[in-house]
């Protein structure tokens, strides 16, 4: 079983703004990176560090952390943020260990 | 721009070892500043981290798979690999080979395509 876990599918309307949420033990000491992928594709690198963005990634992607859970926020969702959307973090029980999320199916309506 | 490109066999057979390249174009294998990893993704699923490798030959396993994998890196030919022994069914997945930071965000900014490796008898 996965160490972190994440709603499988979530939904928001075109515009509004939507939170992913990541949440396992790791996250209390490590920070969360996050990664979109849509169909077919490989995964691409949407924040890190909990809240940095990568060059090329738009504002309307921020992140937090509390506790022991991290999130991944689109405000003003558009239509092709529509994605699986998957965090990870080194793993809890040994440094240098990593896990993924079970990752989460966002449908931008 | 530093790119990934796994190569290998798309189908094995149980039992069989699955042994995948991952060659890097554009950058060095030999950053002190990133590990070298792979990543697993069956059918429908999530992602799953497998390990990864510092230049220096250090490598990290998923614990579930640590019996069965071994990821070793070739500097001369600035590239990297995987070996996971005895594979079923279960090992059914898009493997793709991506960049991670040596750093405590460890995160993983550049990817290969993946390749698809089946096991089916």
């Known amino acids: 079983s996965s160490e972190l876990t994440q709603d499988p599918a979530v939904s928001v309307a075109l515009g509004q703004t939507v939170r992913i949420t990541c949440q396992g033990d790791s996250l209390r000491g490590y920070s969360a990176s996050w990664y979109q992928q849509k169909p077919g594709q490989a995964p691409v690198l949407v924040l890190f560090?909990?809240?940095k963005r990568p060059s090329g990634i738009p504002d309307r992607f921020s992140g937090s952390r509390s506790g022991n859970t991290a999130s991944l926020i689109v405000t003003g969702a558009r239509a092709e943020d529509e994605a699986d959307y998957h965090c990870y973090s080194r793993a809890s029980h040994g440094n240098h260990l990593g896990v993924f999320g079970g990752g989460t199916k966002l449908t931008v309506l | 721009q530093l790119q990934l490109q796994e190569s290998g066999p798309g189908l094995l057979k149980p039992s069989e070892t699955l042994s995948l390249t991952c060659a890097v174009s554009?950058?060095?294998?030999?950053?002190?500043?990133?590990?070298w990893g792979w990543v697993r993704q069956p059918p429908g699923e999530g992602l799953e981290w497998i390990g990864n490798i510092y230049y220096s030959g250090s490598t990290f396993y998923n614990p579930s798979l640590t019996s069965r994998v071994t990821i070793s890196v070739d500097t001369s030919k600035n590239q990297f690999s995987l070996k996971l022994t005895s594979v079923t069914a279960a090992d059914t997945a898009v493997y793709f080979c991506?960049?991670?930071?040596?750093?405590?965000?460890?995160?993983?900014?550049?990817w290969g395509q993946g390749v698809l490796v089946s096991v089916s008898s």
């Open positions: 554009g950058g060095s294998v030999s950053s002190s500043n990133h590990y």
């Open positions: 991506a960049r991670q930071s040596w750093f405590d965000t460890s995160e993983f900014d550049i």
């Open positions: 560090g909990g809240s």
